[in-house]
């Protein structure tokens, strides 16, 4: 009866960490999630943005130009729920950032009494009335700092459009995964973009998406080896030293 609780208490550490799923892939690669809808995620939710109040197009009788249409022919670019665009990621952040401090204080006090209304003849001679208290200190702090960041991205990606906004903006949600090596590499992308920001090609630049969310990562025995065990996580944030 004792051994019970142990076990389920061992149980529920696994299942948090994740380790039951790691711990039935051994002897075999990561496996891949299957192609789905990305609305079917259930960490999914709608978006909203703030759009400006509708107009309802001008009457254009006997006009070849329809309102909002961008060319005489059908545009192929991407512009309903479930087309399909190309999101081009081209990344390359660098940050050199040094900093320096150097403060230095000396302080000398010194304090006495030669003259005390004539008690200085009752204070014994070993005493000196003209320096009772004399305090020296010295501080010195000296700081230095220095941040080193180059990171490089390409990424080149297909996304499917989730949602259609108010004012006519397309929600895009991007993943893929691919294996090399028994290592599965996951990439994501999510953001807000304009119509008019796709090129003909139908792709689109990260730079003109807002809110984007861009992740790259990955599971595998490599992936592992160069993470921290979950108790050594544990034991630098809770260790106070």
Not at 62 to 78: C, E, H, I, P, T
Not at 137 to 142: G, M, Y
């Amino acid at each position: 009866m004792t051994a019970l609780p142990v076990l389920c208490l061992c149980a529920a550490v696994l299942t948090g960490c994740g380790t039951l799923s790691r711990l039935a892939e051994v002897g075999r690669p990561p496996e891949m999630s299957p192609t789905e809808d990305p609305t079917k995620d259930p960490k999914w939710r709608p978006l909203t943005m703030p759009s400006p109040a509708p107009h309802p197009p001008p009457p254009q009788a006997d006009s070849l130009w329809r309102y909002g249409s961008r060319a005489f022919f059908k545009d192929q670019r991407a512009a309903q729920v479930g087309d399909i665009v190309t999101v081009l990621v081209n990344m390359n952040d660098s940050a050199n950032l040094t900093n320096d401090t150097t403060a230095s204080r000396i302080s000398n006090e010194t304090a006495g009494l030669p003259n005390l209304f004539g008690l200085e003849s009752i204070v014994p001679k070993t005493t000196t009335m003209s320096s009772l208290v004399s305090a020296n200190s010295v501080n010195s702090n000296i700081g230095s700092g220095q941040i080193q960041r180059n990171e490089a991205v390409t990424l080149r990606l297909a996304g499917i459009i989730t949602q259609v906004l108010a004012n006519g903006n397309l929600v895009v949600a991007a993943r893929q995964e691919f294996m090399v090596n028994s290592e599965l590499r996951d990439l994501r992308v999510t953001g807000v973009i304009r119509p008019q920001d796709i090129a003909s090609d139908n792709t689109v630049p990260h730079d003109r998406m807002a809110e984007a969310r861009i992740s790259y990562g990955g599971r595998g025995n490599l992936t592992d080896l160069q993470r921290s065990r979950w108790g050594q996580q544990m034991m630098d944030i809770m260790m106070p030293f």
